[in-house]
């Protein structure tokens, strides 16, 4: 059986609207774009332009990713003058990315 520690009552029933959801949040990981942009802010805060830059894509890609992203509350806004900065909703967002790579690099065996 499965040891996860914020699976309080395995017996509990999850209702198919709490499932539907869980499903719709998943698809916003399904994304190769947006799963790099959500690694870069595993590190913090960071632009528009900087992540165009790091990335190599045009910055209106961005944009539309990050419109998705925040649409979805996996990231949120903040304004410094003209230049808009983006950081992780919160917590979360960072250990689901990182079970998810720890699985994989598991199962990859390093």
Same mark, same amino acid.
């Given at each position: 059986?499965?040891?996860? =520690? !914020?699976?309080?009552? $395995?017996? $509990?029933?999850? =209702?198919? %609207?709490?499932?539907?959801?869980?499903s719709e949040f998943f698809k916003f990981?399904? %994304?190769?774009?947006?799963?790099?942009?959500?690694h870069l802010?595993? $590190?913090g805060e960071i632009s528009v332009n900087d992540i165009a830059e790091k990335l190599n894509l045009e910055q209106s890609v961005v944009s539309h990713q990050l419109r998705i992203l925040r649409t979805a509350n996996?990231?949120?806004?903040?304004?410094?003058?003209?230049?808009?900065? !983006? =950081?992780? %909703?919160d917590e979360h967002i960072g250990l689901i990315f990182n079970t998810g790579l720890t699985h994989i690099l598991h199962k990859k065996g390093k």
């Open positions: 059986m499965n040891n996860c =520690s !914020y699976i309080k009552n $395995s017996e $509990s029933e999850v =209702s198919m %609207d709490v499932l539907f959801e869980l990981f399904g %994304d190769t774009t947006r799963i790099r942009i959500i802010m595993l $590190s996996l990231v949120k806004p903040r304004r410094d003058g003209r230049k808009m900065f !983006y =950081s992780l %909703d």
